[in-house]
């Protein structure tokens, strides 16, 4: 059955099918008509536009949103074709959560659950703003784990700069030192040869 469908990113042929959607599922088409490029479509065969959903990117997270069908007999043929492509634009952009506040039990199902107070306090303040519902969420990477990592790399790189510098710095040092004790022998040598120079010219005089 799911091979009859198509997932693809929608573009401007497809803004009056989907006006016409978001009107039959009362979302605001005025609203959503500015974020159609954040929507993927799937399709029939025939090309027939038959449902939508809204994915919307913040690193490093990614907004399930505005999720529509107009024949919701394909709606769960529709979801799995949208989660298989979702997780390939996740790959793609680098997120590390999903969020959405969509309710149908097909995305409970594929891991989606209500988050704890910690994870909450991570949604994007944009989202929280305009979005009013309770949420749900999925953990494609450890972000914990992810940071820590981060965090060591960025305190190892630290310190190799700081050794690198320190480095230049004894190798500066050095150098100051060697030009130091070369411009003392040149002072000397140069004294040496005006001295030698005084001497020859004044035992060479007539006397």
Same mark, same amino acid.
């Given at each position: 059955m799911i091979a009859r469908l198509h997932v693809r990113r929608a573009t401007v042929d497809d +803004?009056? /099918? #989907?006006?016409? @959607?978001?009107? &039959?599922?009362?979302? &605001?088409?005025?609203? @959503?008509?500015p974020k159609l490029t954040e929507f993927q479509v799937v399709e029939n065969?025939?090309?027939? #536009?038959?449902?939508? !959903?809204? =994915?919307?990117?913040? *690193?490093?997270y990614a907004l399930l949103h505005s999720e529509g069908y107009t024949d919701f007999s394909i709606a769960d043929e529709a979801r799995q074709l949208f989660w298989e492509r979702l997780q390939t634009l996740a790959a793609n952009h680098? !997120?590390? %959560?999903?969020?959405?506040?969509? %309710? &149908?039990?097909?995305w409970k199902s594929f891991g989606f659950q209500p988050p704890n107070a910690d994870t909450l306090? $991570?949604?994007?303040? /944009?989202?929280?703003?305009?979005?009013?519902? /309770?949420? +749900?969420?999925?953990? !494609? *990477?450890d972000e914990d784990a992810i940071s820590a990592a981060l965090e060591s790399h960025e305190q190892e790189f630290a310190s190799l $700069?700081?050794?690198?510098?320190?480095?230049?710095? $004894?190798?500066? /040092? $050095?150098?100051?030192?060697v030009g130091t004790v !070369?411009? =003392? @022998? @040149?002072f000397g040598i140069a004294i040496i040869l005006l001295a030698c120079a005084g001497y020859l010219f004044f035992h060479r005089l007539p006397h």
């Open positions: +803004l009056n /099918a #989907l006006k016409a @959607l978001w009107e &039959s599922m009362r979302l &605001s088409p005025e609203l @959503l008509e065969a025939g090309h027939e #536009l038959l449902g939508a !959903i809204g =994915v919307e990117f913040t *690193k490093p680098g !997120i590390f %959560r999903l969020w959405t506040q969509e %309710r &149908s039990p097909f306090a $991570r949604l994007p303040t /944009a989202w929280q703003n305009e979005y009013t519902g /309770a949420w +749900l969420t999925y953990a !494609i *990477k $700069r700081q050794a690198e510098q320190a480095e230049t710095e $004894r190798a500066q /040092a $050095r150098a100051r030192n !070369i411009t =003392v @022998l @040149l």
